[in-house]
Protein backbone atom coordinates (compact mmCIF):
# COMPACT_ATOMS: atom_id res chain seq x y z
CA UNK A 1 0.00 0.00 0.00
CA UNK A 2 2.85 2.22 0.53
CA UNK A 3 4.38 1.64 -2.58
CA UNK A 4 1.15 1.96 -4.26
CA UNK A 5 1.07 5.73 -2.68
CA UNK A 6 4.46 6.65 -3.39
CA UNK A 7 4.20 5.79 -6.59
CA UNK A 8 1.24 8.06 -7.07
CA UNK A 9 2.66 11.00 -5.39
CA UNK A 10 6.05 10.96 -7.33
CA UNK A 11 5.23 9.70 -10.40
CA UNK A 12 1.50 10.36 -11.38
CA UNK A 13 0.85 13.43 -8.90
CA UNK A 14 3.53 15.58 -11.18
CA UNK A 15 2.09 14.47 -14.39
CA UNK A 16 -1.26 15.56 -13.34
CA UNK A 17 0.12 18.66 -11.98
CA UNK A 18 1.50 20.03 -15.45
CA UNK A 19 -1.62 18.40 -17.44
CA UNK A 20 -3.90 20.51 -15.36
CA UNK A 21 -1.85 23.63 -15.96
CA UNK A 22 -1.56 23.04 -19.74
CA UNK A 23 -5.76 22.73 -19.16
CA UNK A 24 -5.56 26.06 -17.26
CA UNK A 25 -3.25 27.77 -19.97
CA UNK A 26 -5.79 26.74 -22.89
CA UNK A 27 -9.12 27.86 -21.33
CA UNK A 28 -7.43 31.07 -20.65
CA UNK A 29 -5.21 31.78 -23.64
CA UNK A 30 -6.71 29.94 -26.27
CA UNK A 31 -3.10 28.54 -27.35
CA UNK A 32 -1.78 27.94 -31.00
CA UNK A 33 -1.33 23.86 -30.39
CA UNK A 34 0.14 23.35 -33.72
CA UNK A 35 2.86 25.55 -32.99
CA UNK A 36 3.58 23.55 -29.98
CA UNK A 37 3.36 20.26 -31.25
CA UNK A 38 6.08 21.35 -34.47
CA UNK A 39 8.35 22.72 -31.33
CA UNK A 40 7.95 19.23 -29.72
CA UNK A 41 8.26 17.33 -33.36
CA UNK A 42 11.35 19.46 -34.70
CA UNK A 43 13.15 20.59 -31.48
CA UNK A 44 12.32 18.82 -28.62
CA UNK A 45 12.11 15.05 -29.53
CA UNK A 46 15.16 15.14 -31.28
CA UNK A 47 17.27 17.40 -28.71
CA UNK A 48 15.50 14.96 -26.17
CA UNK A 49 16.44 11.73 -27.86
CA UNK A 50 20.43 12.62 -28.84
CA UNK A 51 21.24 13.46 -25.12
CA UNK A 52 20.15 10.37 -23.73
CA UNK A 53 21.33 7.55 -26.34
CA UNK A 54 24.81 9.62 -26.04
CA UNK A 55 24.96 9.49 -22.38
CA UNK A 56 23.96 5.56 -22.23
CA UNK A 57 26.41 2.97 -22.29
CA UNK A 58 24.59 -0.47 -23.28
CA UNK A 59 26.15 -4.03 -24.87
CA UNK A 60 24.96 -4.94 -28.44
CA UNK A 61 24.21 -7.98 -27.17
CA UNK A 62 21.48 -6.36 -25.01
CA UNK A 63 20.36 -3.97 -28.14
CA UNK A 64 19.80 -6.94 -30.09
CA UNK A 65 17.85 -8.77 -27.58
CA UNK A 66 15.60 -5.71 -26.78
CA UNK A 67 15.49 -4.83 -30.38
CA UNK A 68 13.82 -8.42 -31.06
CA UNK A 69 11.74 -7.55 -28.19
CA UNK A 70 10.37 -4.48 -29.26
CA UNK A 71 10.12 -5.42 -32.89
CA UNK A 72 7.62 -9.07 -31.54
CA UNK A 73 5.59 -6.33 -29.17
CA UNK A 74 5.02 -4.02 -31.92
CA UNK A 75 3.42 -6.24 -34.46
CA UNK A 76 1.82 -7.98 -31.92
CA UNK A 77 0.02 -5.05 -30.96
CA UNK A 78 -0.81 -3.64 -34.38
CA UNK A 79 -2.38 -6.94 -35.27
CA UNK A 80 -4.85 -6.95 -32.51
CA UNK A 81 -5.42 -3.11 -33.43
CA UNK A 82 -6.13 -3.80 -37.46
CA UNK A 83 -8.59 -6.86 -36.08
CA UNK A 84 -10.45 -4.16 -33.53
CA UNK A 85 -10.18 -1.61 -36.32
CA UNK A 86 -11.94 -4.28 -38.94
CA UNK A 87 -14.90 -5.73 -36.44
CA UNK A 88 -15.90 -2.29 -35.48
CA UNK A 89 -15.56 -0.96 -39.46
CA UNK A 90 -13.71 2.25 -38.12
CA UNK A 91 -12.92 4.58 -40.59
CA UNK A 92 -9.21 4.98 -41.62
CA UNK A 93 -8.25 8.35 -39.91
CA UNK A 94 -9.94 7.14 -36.58
CA UNK A 95 -8.58 3.77 -36.22
CA UNK A 96 -5.23 4.83 -37.03
CA UNK A 97 -5.41 7.46 -33.83
CA UNK A 98 -7.00 4.04 -32.29
CA UNK A 99 -4.30 1.84 -33.01
CA UNK A 100 -1.62 4.73 -32.42
CA UNK A 101 -2.88 4.74 -28.41
CA UNK A 102 -1.82 0.84 -28.33
CA UNK A 103 1.57 0.92 -29.86
CA UNK A 104 2.60 4.29 -28.81
CA UNK A 105 3.57 3.95 -24.95
CA UNK A 106 4.68 6.07 -22.39
CA UNK A 107 8.25 5.15 -22.02
CA UNK A 108 9.61 8.37 -20.89
CA UNK A 109 7.84 11.04 -18.49
CA UNK A 110 6.12 8.16 -17.11
CA UNK A 111 8.29 5.45 -17.55
CA UNK A 112 11.60 6.62 -16.71
CA UNK A 113 10.58 7.93 -13.03
CA UNK A 114 8.51 4.41 -12.43
CA UNK A 115 11.81 2.88 -13.68
CA UNK A 116 14.33 4.63 -11.43
CA UNK A 117 11.56 3.82 -8.35
CA UNK A 118 11.46 0.13 -8.51
CA UNK A 119 14.61 -0.62 -9.62
CA UNK A 120 16.39 2.40 -7.07
CA UNK A 121 18.50 3.81 -10.07
CA UNK A 122 20.32 0.49 -10.59
CA UNK A 123 22.52 1.19 -13.89
CA UNK A 124 21.57 -1.41 -16.38
CA UNK A 125 17.43 -1.02 -15.57
CA UNK A 126 18.49 2.20 -16.66
CA UNK A 127 20.03 1.78 -19.68
CA UNK A 128 17.44 -0.85 -20.69
CA UNK A 129 14.62 1.77 -20.31
CA UNK A 130 16.54 4.10 -22.00
CA UNK A 131 17.07 1.86 -24.74
CA UNK A 132 13.23 1.32 -25.25
CA UNK A 133 12.55 4.99 -24.70
CA UNK A 134 14.66 5.64 -28.11
CA UNK A 135 13.09 2.72 -29.81
CA UNK A 136 9.45 3.85 -28.89
CA UNK A 137 10.36 7.78 -29.74
CA UNK A 138 11.42 6.39 -33.23
CA UNK A 139 8.37 4.55 -34.15
CA UNK A 140 6.30 6.91 -33.12
CA UNK A 141 7.99 9.86 -35.30
CA UNK A 142 8.49 7.32 -38.09
CA UNK A 143 5.67 4.98 -38.29
CA UNK A 144 2.93 7.22 -36.40
CA UNK A 145 3.64 9.95 -38.77
CA UNK A 146 3.85 7.87 -41.86
CA UNK A 147 0.42 5.80 -40.78
CA UNK A 148 -1.27 9.39 -40.29
CA UNK A 149 0.49 11.26 -43.70
CA UNK A 150 -0.40 8.08 -45.87
CA UNK A 151 -3.76 8.74 -45.76
CA UNK A 152 -3.86 12.62 -46.19
CA UNK A 153 -0.74 12.53 -49.05
CA UNK A 154 -0.23 8.67 -50.44
CA UNK A 155 2.14 6.37 -48.83
CA UNK A 156 5.56 6.97 -51.09
CA UNK A 157 4.95 10.63 -50.07
CA UNK A 158 4.96 10.21 -46.71
CA UNK A 159 8.08 8.36 -46.72
CA UNK A 160 9.87 10.75 -48.16
CA UNK A 161 8.29 12.90 -45.41
CA UNK A 162 9.79 10.85 -42.78
CA UNK A 163 13.33 11.50 -43.75
CA UNK A 164 12.95 14.75 -43.27
CA UNK A 165 12.18 14.07 -39.68
CA UNK A 166 14.92 15.13 -37.10
CA UNK A 167 14.70 12.48 -34.86
CA UNK A 168 16.20 10.13 -37.33
CA UNK A 169 19.12 12.07 -37.62
CA UNK A 170 19.15 12.76 -34.15
CA UNK A 171 19.96 9.24 -33.33
CA UNK A 172 22.39 8.26 -35.85
CA UNK A 173 24.64 11.43 -34.70
CA UNK A 174 24.31 10.32 -31.18
CA UNK A 175 25.52 6.92 -31.58
CA UNK A 176 27.81 7.63 -33.84
CA UNK A 177 29.27 10.22 -30.97
CA UNK A 178 28.70 7.49 -28.21
CA UNK A 179 30.69 4.50 -29.87
CA UNK A 180 33.36 6.45 -30.77
CA UNK A 181 33.46 8.59 -27.53
CA UNK A 182 33.66 11.75 -29.33
CA UNK A 183 33.42 14.57 -26.39
CA UNK A 184 30.83 17.34 -27.19
CA UNK A 185 31.96 20.68 -26.74
CA UNK A 186 30.10 22.45 -23.26
CA UNK A 187 28.80 25.38 -25.70
CA UNK A 188 26.75 22.95 -27.61
CA UNK A 189 25.97 20.69 -25.20
CA UNK A 190 24.32 22.44 -22.29
CA UNK A 191 21.70 23.76 -25.41
CA UNK A 192 21.31 20.34 -25.99
CA UNK A 193 20.53 19.72 -22.04
CA UNK A 194 18.06 22.37 -21.87
CA UNK A 195 16.09 21.40 -25.29
CA UNK A 196 15.97 17.43 -23.98
CA UNK A 197 15.20 18.83 -20.52
CA UNK A 198 12.12 20.85 -22.11
CA UNK A 199 10.41 18.49 -23.74
CA UNK A 200 8.48 16.08 -21.10
CA UNK A 201 7.13 19.54 -20.07
CA UNK A 202 5.94 20.99 -23.29
CA UNK A 203 4.36 17.39 -24.36
CA UNK A 204 2.43 17.48 -21.08
CA UNK A 205 1.30 21.57 -21.27
CA UNK A 206 -0.04 20.36 -24.90
CA UNK A 207 -1.97 17.02 -23.58
CA UNK A 208 -3.79 19.74 -21.39
CA UNK A 209 -4.53 21.94 -23.97
CA UNK A 210 -5.73 19.46 -26.13
CA UNK A 211 -7.75 17.95 -23.09
CA UNK A 212 -9.26 21.39 -22.31
CA UNK A 213 -10.91 21.56 -26.14
CA UNK A 214 -12.34 17.88 -25.75
CA UNK A 215 -15.69 17.79 -27.03
CA UNK A 216 -17.30 14.43 -24.97
CA UNK A 217 -19.15 11.92 -26.41
CA UNK A 218 -20.43 8.15 -26.63
CA UNK A 219 -17.04 7.33 -28.41
CA UNK A 220 -15.57 7.24 -25.22
CA UNK A 221 -16.87 3.60 -25.48
CA UNK A 222 -14.33 2.96 -28.05
CA UNK A 223 -11.67 4.34 -25.94
CA UNK A 224 -12.10 1.45 -23.06
CA UNK A 225 -11.42 -1.11 -25.44
CA UNK A 226 -7.81 -0.06 -26.57
CA UNK A 227 -7.48 1.30 -23.48
CA UNK A 228 -8.15 -2.30 -22.02
CA UNK A 229 -5.77 -3.36 -24.93
CA UNK A 230 -2.38 -1.19 -24.05
CA UNK A 231 -2.79 -1.13 -19.95
CA UNK A 232 -3.92 -5.23 -20.06
CA UNK A 233 -3.01 -7.28 -22.70
CA UNK A 234 0.20 -5.18 -23.68
CA UNK A 235 1.88 -6.52 -20.62
CA UNK A 236 0.56 -10.32 -21.40
CA UNK A 237 1.91 -9.83 -24.62
CA UNK A 238 5.35 -8.99 -22.96
CA UNK A 239 5.01 -11.45 -20.34
CA UNK A 240 4.81 -13.85 -23.28
CA UNK A 241 7.40 -12.57 -25.75
CA UNK A 242 9.82 -12.81 -22.41
CA UNK A 243 9.44 -15.79 -21.88
CA UNK A 244 10.07 -17.22 -25.30
CA UNK A 245 13.11 -14.71 -25.53
CA UNK A 246 14.54 -16.36 -22.36
CA UNK A 247 15.04 -13.45 -20.51
CA UNK A 248 15.42 -13.00 -16.81
CA UNK A 249 15.78 -10.66 -13.82
CA UNK A 250 16.42 -6.89 -14.03
CA UNK A 251 15.65 -7.36 -17.95
CA UNK A 252 13.00 -9.54 -17.97
CA UNK A 253 11.34 -7.16 -15.08
CA UNK A 254 11.81 -3.93 -16.70
CA UNK A 255 10.65 -4.77 -19.82
CA UNK A 256 7.35 -6.32 -18.37
CA UNK A 257 7.28 -2.70 -16.72
CA UNK A 258 7.77 -1.31 -19.37
CA UNK A 259 4.66 -2.83 -21.44
CA UNK A 260 2.27 -1.75 -19.05
CA UNK A 261 2.52 2.10 -19.53
CA UNK A 262 0.05 4.39 -20.61
CA UNK A 263 -0.62 5.81 -24.25
CA UNK A 264 2.36 7.94 -24.69
CA UNK A 265 1.61 11.92 -24.95
CA UNK A 266 3.32 11.80 -28.40
CA UNK A 267 0.46 10.04 -30.12
CA UNK A 268 -1.67 13.34 -29.45
CA UNK A 269 1.00 15.03 -30.26
CA UNK A 270 1.43 13.88 -33.75
CA UNK A 271 -2.37 13.38 -33.89
CA UNK A 272 -2.67 17.20 -33.60
CA UNK A 273 -0.05 18.16 -36.12
CA UNK A 274 -1.27 16.28 -38.11
CA UNK A 275 -5.19 17.13 -37.71
CA UNK A 276 -6.05 13.16 -36.87
CA UNK A 277 -8.61 13.19 -34.67
CA UNK A 278 -6.70 14.72 -32.01
CA UNK A 279 -9.62 15.30 -29.26
CA UNK A 280 -9.89 11.25 -29.44
CA UNK A 281 -6.36 11.02 -29.17
CA UNK A 282 -5.83 13.67 -26.00
CA UNK A 283 -9.06 11.95 -24.51
CA UNK A 284 -7.19 7.96 -24.63
CA UNK A 285 -3.77 9.09 -23.64
CA UNK A 286 -5.52 11.07 -20.31
CA UNK A 287 -7.86 7.97 -19.58
CA UNK A 288 -4.85 5.48 -19.93
CA UNK A 289 -2.47 7.61 -17.68
CA UNK A 290 -5.29 7.85 -15.27
CA UNK A 291 -6.45 4.11 -15.01
CA UNK A 292 -2.44 2.90 -15.12
CA UNK A 293 -2.79 4.46 -11.44
CA UNK A 294 -3.87 1.06 -10.39
CA UNK A 295 -2.59 -1.06 -13.52
CA UNK A 296 1.18 -0.17 -13.44
CA UNK A 297 1.07 -0.97 -9.84
CA UNK A 298 -0.42 -4.67 -10.09
CA UNK A 299 2.28 -5.06 -13.19
CA UNK A 300 5.10 -3.91 -11.01
CA UNK A 301 3.85 -6.65 -7.86
CA UNK A 302 4.12 -9.41 -10.35
CA UNK A 303 7.02 -8.59 -12.31
CA UNK A 304 8.75 -9.37 -8.67
CA UNK A 305 6.46 -12.96 -8.78
CA UNK A 306 6.76 -13.94 -12.19
CA UNK A 307 10.65 -13.07 -12.23
Known amino acids: MSEMLYILQTVLLPIFIMIFLGFILQKKFTLDLKTLAKLNIYVFVPGFIF ?23 MVVLYIIGKLLSTIR ?8 TLTNSILFFNSGNYGVPVNDLVFKGDPLAMSVQVIVLSLQNIFTFSYGIFAIQSLQIGKLQALLGYFKMPVLYALVLAIILNYNNVPI ?7 ANYVADAMIAVALLLLGAQIANIKFSFKWSISYIYIFVRLVIGPLIAFVIIKLLGLEGVIAQMLFIASAMPTSVNSSVIAQEYDNHPELAAQLVFLSTLLSAVTVVIVIYFSRILF
Open 51 to 73: VKFYKTDFAIKLLFYIVIFFILY
Open 89 to 96: KTDKGEAT
Open 185 to 191: PEFIWTP
